[in-house]
């Protein structure tokens, strides 16, 4: 069975993240799955972490336990209610290279992940993982911003550039959106002496958009002018109510990782 994956180090962040992913995986008929590295930067040296008449890893188990069956954050917390297979495991091993693997497994749909750790001194190394994975993971990863509160997506953004308007990457987006009814936006950041590159795009997005006919979702497509993409994307993100931003992460060489400034770890950041 397609699962979503949620990685935990039992911060708040990630509790947001495993609440986003229990109402996604709800709509999209999917299970999920906890999992917790213990050893690398999930840090399980918790003052509570080993209970008594417990070993570690059987305190570990239990913790995780307690994590996926109550809802919210602090005590009196009530009993999750989301109609979706819920399972739970501890792995071994480097954060990094476990969640590559897991994003490799054909079960894994997506990687649902919060955006900072358990506390201030990691909030930096746990948001840098999540950058790293949400560019090196094998399947989609969602990251989910401190705070936010899942309320459905009727507005989602792809945004678009030469190299990500191809088929496979429209059909993932687009296949994601029709359970929620979203208004797909295709949106292209301008810059300078590009009119022939937007018009390469266009003629992309169209071929898909009416390979089979009109479209059964809405959309729009759209162009436009800003100093940088960033501020472009998140100009039109703040506009037009957006939801969810789609952006793909594109393999590079070490070269072009040391020359280009990635616009998916700035959204990551900024958004």
């Known amino acids: 069975m397609k ?12 509790k947001d993240a495993y609440m986003f992913a229990l109402q996604i995986a709800e709509k999209l008929k999917v299970a999920v799955e906890v999992v917790h590295i213990y050893s690398g930067s999930f840090n399980t040296q918790r003052p509570y972490s080993v209970k008594a008449g417990m070993g570690r890893y059987e305190s570990l188990m239990d913790d995780l336990k307690y994590f996926t069956e109550l809802e919210g954050k602090g005590e009196g917390n009530v009993k999750v209610k989301a109609k979706v297979d819920i399972s739970y495991k ?9 969640l590559i693997k897991l994003s490799n497994d054909p079960d894994t749909l997506m990687l649902v992940m919060g955006m900072t750790g358990e506390s201030v001194s990691k909030e930096r190394l746990f948001g840098f993982i999540s950058r790293e994975i949400s560019q090196k993971a094998n399947c989609p990863v969602l990251l989910i911003p401190k705070d936010a509160d899942f309320k459905g997506f009727k507005n989602i953004l792809f945004a678009s550039d030469y190299d990500s308007v191809e088929a496979k990457f429209l059909r993932q987006a687009v296949s994601f959106s ?11 950041v301008q ?16 071929e898909y958009l009416f390979a089979e006919g009109d479209p059964k979702y809405a959309f729009n497509m759209a162009t436009i002018d800003a100093k940088t993409v960033t501020k472009g994307l998140n100009q039109y993100i703040d506009e037009n109510k957006i939801d969810l931003a789609i952006m793909v992460a594109h393999k590079r060489n070490l070269w072009e990782r040391i020359m280009h400034k990635s616009v998916t770890k700035k959204m990551a950041i900024t958004t």
């Open 3 to 14: 699962k979503i994956i949620v990685p935990t180090d039992f911060s708040f962040a990630s």
């Open 90 to 98: 501890a792995i071994g091993g480097a954060t990094q290279k476990q």
């Open 178 to 188: 029709k359970p929620f009814k979203a208004t797909m936006h295709f949106i292209h």
């Open 191 to 206: 810059k300078e002496n590009d009119l022939s590159l937007n018009i390469q795009l266009e003629n992309r997005l169209f």
